[in-house]
């Protein structure tokens, strides 16, 4: 039957790789997207809120000019798992994502929980984007003469920091302006995939031009100086020297989700056992070049410690004394956070189709539109909750959570490779990790997924330092809020998946 016959508990809930394989074959989703438009769905869903706003603070609260570093370690935290995602891809094109993966290697109970965490890395994610977008298209504004008002783009909540520490405080004000980029891209997500990406292709080459500019600008007025000494003296905790770069690289790995958004284009892609390890691995490398080009430009053109700002280009740009080019930095950016959104929430209305179908979310996230063959409801119902969440929430508190899911999700995504070597060492893939492996016992473990895992856990640690040492300091807001989304998840899976469960289901009968 293609599912395994153990005792019905979440864990031994697998699917087998035959039944992945029937699944494919019967998606409902239309094929329509080629090697181009899936290595411009990863690229524009990662350029974005990461070189805009989150390498400016990275630089001056822990890396300094040594961010380039931390770029290179969250890189290398990528590579491995992105060449995990390539051979499950190759093997199992089918959208889910790591949810999927986790699903075959280690039961439902956990891939509910991935998936939990994939809309915590893409659904909530988006928050902290539109938020980007918010400021940055305010300030477009106000240049052509337009001016909101700032209870119309400010969060209803808000982080205060003073002498007692961290505490929220609220008020009569909502960031509508976020709120209302989310929406457009919906309503972009629900007119179709095909015509959707050939929009966010273009506003790639834009926005890559934008920064391309920029640089080359930039160039010419980098004062050396700048970037000495290149690791600062450590000043205690993970503020600066050895610790705070990988700190900073915990942080700026929140800039690297996007590239994850291809596999979940799986069933919509014409060739996926080709063309998404293509899309996975060369919009991660792509990425990664821009990122670390635009960053030493940044650092070399203003001291590093200034740099603790939303807008640290618009800061450089201002020292360059080129006003023409801060108009177009801010329509970058504008712009090339409009297309981080666009991958980010079709990633995760892909991943609650993929749940939806196997039961463990309500149908109304599986059903298709009659003319434009999406995800419409569901896609609607994501779109609202995330513009809710981008008008109302802070995203200062929830970052740290989103990089913790992220290096989870992968880290699962790089022992599901491991496990199925072992298990079906023999089942057709057209791609698989590079550089070998070694036995243990009969098991076999490759080096770039065991990579992977590693890299992973280094980049979890300092978040799970960072959440204990708050706790213990008398702020218990991270891990509070860590323990009722898992809190919320756990319930969701154990009062409605668990018993809606196809493969569930199947079992009983």
């Not at 438009?37 to 990662?46: C, E, F, P």
């Not at 003319?371 to 409801?377: A, G």
């Amino acid at each position: 039957m293609g599912f395994s016959s153990c005792p019905d508990t979440g864990r031994s809930r697998r699917k087998s790789l035959e039944r992945i394989e029937q699944e494919n074959g019967a998606q409902r989703l239309k094929r329509t997207l080629g090697p181009v438009q899936l290595t411009m769905l990863g690229v524009g869903s990662t350029i974005g809120a990461g070189i805009y706003v989150m390498t400016g603070t990275a630089a001056a609260n822990y890396a300094g000019p040594s961010i380039l570093l931390s770029f290179i370690v969250a890189g290398l935290a990528c590579l491995f798992t992105a060449l995990s995602y390539g051979e499950l891809a190759s093997a199992m094109p089918v959208s889910g994502s790591a949810y999927t993966y986790a699903y075959v290697s280690m039961g439902e109970a956990c891939a509910w929980g991935v998936g939990w965490l994939l809309l915590l890395e893409y659904g909530i994610s988006c928050a902290g984007v539109a938020a980007g977008f918010s400021g940055y298209a305010v300030s477009l504004l106000q240049d052509f003469g337009i001016q909101i008002p700032h209870a119309l783009t400010t969060t209803t909540l808000q982080v205060i920091f003073d002498s007692a520490g961290r505490h929220i405080s609220g008020g009569g004000q909502l960031d509508l302006v976020g709120a209302f980029s989310i929406l457009v891209v919906t309503g972009l997500l629900i007119l179709g995939v095909k015509e959707s990406l050939r929009i966010n292709t273009a506003i790639v080459f834009l926005k890559v031009g934008v920064l391309a500019v920029f640089v080359g600008v930039g160039l010419w007025q980098i004062h050396p100086a700048y970037w000495t000494p290149f690791i600062p003296p450590h000043e205690g905790g993970f503020r600066y020297g050895i610790p705070g770069i990988f700190r900073a690289a915990s942080i700026i790995f929140f800039a690297y989700v996007g590239f994850e958004a291809v596999s979940t284009a799986s069933s919509e892609a014409r060739n996926p056992r080709r063309d998404i390890p293509v899309g996975i691995i060369l919009s991660l490398l792509i990425c990664t070049a821009v990122y670390m080009i635009v960053a030493a430009v940044l650092i070399g053109v203003v001291p590093w410690k200034l740099l603790d700002v939303a807008d640290p280009l618009a800061v450089a740009v201002n020292a360059m004394h080129q006003p023409w080019l801060a108009f177009f930095v801010k329509i970058g950016a504008v712009i090339g956070l409009c297309s981080v959104l666009f991958g980010l929430l079709y990633a995760q209305s892909r991943i609650f189709f993929a749940m939806a179908e196997d039961g463990l979310l309500m149908p109304l996230f599986c059903k298709l539109h009659p003319r434009y063959c999406t995800p419409w409801i569901g896609t609607i119902l994501l779109g609202v909750v995330v513009a809710i969440a981008t008008a109302t929430l802070p995203i200062d508190i929830i970052g740290d959570l989103v990089s913790l899911g992220t290096a989870t999700a992968f880290g699962i995504v790089c022992f599901t490779v491991i496990w199925i070597r072992n298990t079906a060492p023999d089942f057709p893939r057209t791609f698989s990790v590079p550089g070998g492996g070694f036995t243990v016992k009969g098991i076999w473990i490759g080096y770039a997924p065991l990579l992977g895992i590693l890299f992973c856990l280094i980049m979890a640690a300092p978040l799970f330092v960072d959440m204990i040492f708050a706790l213990f300091s008398g702020d218990p807001v991270p891990a509070t809020l860590l323990a009722v989304y898992c809190g919320i998840g756990w319930a969701s899976y154990r009062f409605y998946g668990r018993k809606h469960s196809r493969l569930g289901r199947e079992l009983a009968d």
